[in-house]
Antibody, heavy 117, light 106 residues
Framework: QLVESGGGLVQPGGSLRLSCTAS????????LIWVRQTPEKGLEWVAS????????YYAESVKGRFTISRDNAENSLFLQADSLRAEDTALFYC????????????WGLGTLVTVSS | DIQMTQSPSTLSASVGDRVTITCRAS??????LAWYQQKPGRAPNLLIY???SLQSGVPSRFSGSGSGTDFTLTINNLQPDDFATYYC????????FGQGTKVEVK
């Protein structure tokens, strides 16, 4: 399973570090992804990282502000979110991509990020 | 960017009905399409991948079809547990989701 943490209330311009802890599978074998969801915009891919961290991609909406990383020894995925804006308010999910493919086969429970003054 | 458009946005149905949801991609995505079910307060759950492959553990009343730009999710013999929101997603170029189709009780 995947369990996110680190969400909360932050002021515009502030930062948060989201974490996702994995269990029950060989974490280091899988590519991982962050997806966020809002009632207004629905589901939106945020960032992705492959098993060895040498292929990293970001959505245009967060490029330059968010940083995805992972620690395979700790079975953990991270999302450093800086320069947060009101429009970043969302439920953030970490998720696992299927081996050898790019569809999402396992989702975490989600952590809520609220950007507001 | 590849855009995904689902229809309808809301669908009213009864237990036992056959339900069809369509998804259109703004460009050719071959068969790189997945379908997810989401219930309130829960994360999405994978139903179908590669347009028509049923995820392990998903009931056989769910099926997917299509390729290129036009895709369909069909639910045969709708069950009470199936009232939920359904999303399509392309994964040929990054990831893009449809806006969702809510299946509600008629």
């Amino acid at each position: 399973q995947l369990v996110e943490s680190g969400g909360g209330l932050v002021q515009p311009g502030g930062s948060l570090r989201l974490s996702c802890t994995a269990s029950g599978f060989s974490f280091s074998d899988y590519s991982l992804i962050w997806v966020r969801q809002t009632p207004e915009k629905g589901l939106e891919w945020v960032a992705s990282i492959n098993s060895r961290s040498n292929y990293i991609y970001y959505a245009e909406s967060v490029k330059g502000r968010f940083t995805i990383s992972r620690d395979n020894a700790e079975n953990s995925l991270f999302l450093q979110a800086d320069s947060l804006r009101a429009e970043d308010t969302a439920l953030f999910y970490c998720a696992r991509l299927a081996l050898g493919s790019n569809y999402i086969e396992l989702w975490g429970l989600g952590t809520l990020v609220t950007v507001s003054s | 960017d590849i855009q995904m458009t689902q229809s309808p946005s809301t669908l009213s149905a009864s237990v036992g009905d056959r339900v069809t949801i369509t998804c259109r991609a703004s460009q050719n995505i071959d068969s790189w399409l997945a379908w997810y079910q989401q219930k309130p307060g829960r994360a999405p759950n994978l139903l179908i991948y590669k347009a028509s492959s049923l995820q392990s553990g998903v009931p056989s009343r769910f099926s997917g079809s299509g390729s290129g730009t036009d895709f369909t999710l069909t639910i045969n013999n709708l069950q009470p547990d199936d009232f939920a929101t359904y999303y399509c997603q392309q994964y040929i170029t990054y990831w893009t989701f449809g806006q969702g189709t809510k299946v509600e009780v008629k």
